[in-house]
C-alpha cells in the first residue's frame, strides 16, 4: 500500500470541514475595509482616513488554561480567551483593534473542536469591532498528541499618533482605578491546576471547571466609553506577574503607583487558591491579576467621572513621587 499524507496523520478533509464551519461566521466580522476571502494566501485590510496613523500589534496565547478546556471538553470560552490576550493589550496604548489572526495547532484534527475554538473567537472580534481576517490550523501528528491543541493570536491596531496613550503623562497626585478582572483571565494556571488538580470538585454550586474557565473579559468597549468623555493618562493590562509587574511599566521615572491592598475586591476563587496552596500575598499578587483586569490612570478632577461612566470600577491607588515605581500596602 503506498503512502499517503493522510496515513502519517494529516487529513486534509478535516481542515476542509473545519473551513466550511466557520467561513460564514467569520464572514460576519469583515468590513468594508477586509479586501478579500477566507482561503487566500495573504489577508488583506485598508485602512481608512487617518491624519497620522500608527499601527500597534499584539500576539499572545491561552498558555495551560487550555488543559483545563481540553480535559473538560469545553472549548467555547477559548478562542474568547485567545483574542482578548492579545487586543487588551494593544487597547492599553489607546488603540482600535482593526484585525485579528489566530493559529491553532494540534496532534489530530477534529473540525468540531477547531470551530468551537475559532467561534469563540469570532465572538470576541464582534464585541470589539475587529475582523477575522486569517489564521492558520496545523495538524502536526508527532508533535501534538491526539486531543491536544495549542492556540495563539496576533492581532493589530491602529491609532492617531497624538492620541498615543503610553504612561509619559503621568503626574503625581493622579488617581489608579480598577476595571475588575471576570477570573485568572488567562495567567497562572500553572499554578492554579497545581492547587486544584480535580477540575470537576464542587466550588460554590458548580463545578469548578466553570469557574476557572470563564473567559478573560475584553476591555475595548469600556476604554472607548472613556476616552470618548475623558483624557487617559495611562492604562495598563494585567496578565503575568499580576499588578506587582504589569503596573510599573507605565510609571515614568521618579514617580510611584501606591496601591492599597485593603481596596481591591479579591475573587473567592483566588482567596481558596491562595488558602489551599498555603501562598504567601505577595506572590498571589505577583500571580495573578487578584481582581484587577485593567488599571487606568486619570487626574484626579476626572477620578468620579471614570467611576460613573463604568459603575463597577473602583479607585485602588495613587500617583506618588518616589524613586520605586511601585509601592503595595
Not at 487617518?50 to 500597534?56: F, G, I, R
Amino acid at each position: 500500500m503506498s503512502n499517503t499524507y493522510k496515513s502519517a496523520g494529516v487529513d486534509k478533509e478535516e481542515g476542509y470541514k473545519t473551513v466550511d464551519k466557520i467561513k460564514s461566521a467569520v464572514a460576519e466580522t469583515h468590513n468594508k475595509n477586509v479586501l478579500n476571502n477566507l482561503g487566500s494566501f495573504g489577508a488583506f485590510y485598508e485602512i481608512g482616513n487617518y491624519k497620522n496613523p500608527v499601527l500597534v500589534s499584539g500576539t499572545d496565547g491561552v498558555g495551560t488554561k487550555l488543559k483545563i478546556a481540553l480535559d473538560t471538553k469545553n472549548y467555547d470560552s477559548i478562542g474568547i480567551d485567545c483574542f482578548a490576550m492579545c487586543a487588551n493589550d494593544i487597547v492599553c496604548h489607546g488603540a482600535k483593534p482593526l484585525f485579528f489572526l489566530d493559529y491553532l495547532a494540534c496532534g489530530k484534527l477534529d473540525s468540531n473542536v477547531a470551530a468551537e475554538i475559532v467561534l469563540g473567537m469570532v465572538k470576541a472580534c464582534k464585541d470589539n469591532e475587529c475582523a477575522l481576517i486569517g489564521g492558520e490550523t496545523a495538524e502536526m501528528p508527532g508533535m501534538y498528541k491526539d486531543g491536544d491543541y495549542d492556540v495563539a493570536g496576533f492581532c493589530v491596531g491602529i491609532v492617531e499618533k497624538e492620541n498615543i496613550i503610553d504612561g509619559s503623562k503621568i503626574k503625581s497626585g493622579d488617581v489608579i482605578i480598577c476595571l475588575p478582572s471576570s477570573g485568572f483571565h488567562s495567567n497562572g494556571f500553572s499554578l492554579v491546576r497545581k492547587i486544584f488538580p480535580d477540575f470537576n470538585e464542587t466550588f460554590e454550586g458548580k463545578p469548578l471547571f466553570e469557574t476557572l474557565l470563564v473567559p478573560t473579559k475584553l476591555y475595548y468597549q469600556d476604554i472607548k466609553k472613556l476616552s470618548d468623555k475623558v483624557e487617559i493618562s495611562g492604562i495598563a493590562h494585567i496578565t503575568g506577574g499580576g499588578i506587582i509587574e504589569n503596573i510599573p511599566r507605565i510609571i515614568p521615572e521618579g514617580l510611584c503607583a501606591k496601591i492599597e491592598i485593603d481596596k481591591i475586591e479579591i475573587p473567592s476563587i483566588m482567596l481558596e487558591c491562595e488558602k489551599r496552596g498555603n501562598i504567601e500575598r505577595h506572590e498571589m499578587f505577583g500571580t495573578f491579576n487578584m481582581g484587577v483586569g485593567m488599571v487606568v490612570v486619570v487626574d484626579e478632577s476626572l477620578a468620579n467621572q471614570v467611576l460613573e461612566i463604568l459603575p463597577e470600577t473602583y479607585i485602588i491607588g495613587e500617583i506618588v513621587e518616589n524613586d520605586e515605581k511601585f509601592i503595595l500596602n
